[in-house]
């Protein structure tokens, strides 16, 4: 791992950690106003709250497969992986996954969540589909211990009130590759 790499893994991790500590926190004044007469604004403030629903649903923590479509794939040939989404706001949500082989690999995305739609109601049951798509870092624990651009995207489907499944591509940039690999699970929602 170059210098390069080391430090945009540092950048992530202090991005990933200052984000689930946003919570809650108010900062301080530094200076006190003397003027009587200023109406103060209400306050507004992002609302992030880790492993809050978001439009796409619960968040949840799950096991699946990954399947690689290239054999030098950096995201190895296939891989048992544990999934997981945990919503920030009501449109973001971070989806760590880890996938376990000889070498893992961690996929770290943050994604925008589409609204839940039907694809199919036949009076009986009804479908639904949760589309997201996102951006983030594949981090590869091989020899080389890569750092890459990971772009992802995919769909949650909620099978019933504590079970969802899903199902998404994961395109990874590293080291003059691109990997190509698909991911299926399935979670419990909390």
């Known amino acids: 791992m170059n210098f390069r790499q080391f430090k945009l893994a540092c950048s992530v991790a202090s991005l990933s950690a200052a984000i689930l ?42 096991v699946g497969g990954f399947v690689s479509f290239d054999d030098n794939s950096s995201f190895g040939d296939g891989a048992f992986s544990v999934i997981s989404k945990i919503g920030l706001s009501r449109n ?7 996938l376990i082989n000889d070498d893992p690999v961690f996929l ?3 994604t925008i969540d589409f609204p839940v739609d039907d ?22 624990t091989d020899n080389d211990a890569d750092v890459g651009f990971l772009l992802t995207g995919g769909v949650d489907v909620p099978v019933s009130q504590r079970i969802t499944a899903t199902g998404g591509v994961n395109i990874g940039f590293s080291d003059d590759n691109t990997d190509v690999g698909l991911l299926l699970g399935v979670g419990y929602n909390f």
């Open 21 to 62: 500590t946003v919570s809650g926190v108010k900062a301080q004044a530094q200076t006190q106003s003397n003027n009587l007469y200023v109406e103060k604004a209400p306050e507004k403030v992002a609302q992030f709250s880790p492993g809050r629903t978001t439009r796409s649903g619960p968040s949840y923590l799950g």
């Open 108 to 110: 770290i995305p943050l």
């Open 92 to 98: 973001f949500s971070i989806r760590p996954s880890a």
């Open 119 to 140: 694809v199919a109601n036949t009076g009986i049951q009804r479908l639904s589909v949760a589309p997201y798509l996102g951006a983030g870092v594949s981090i590869n």
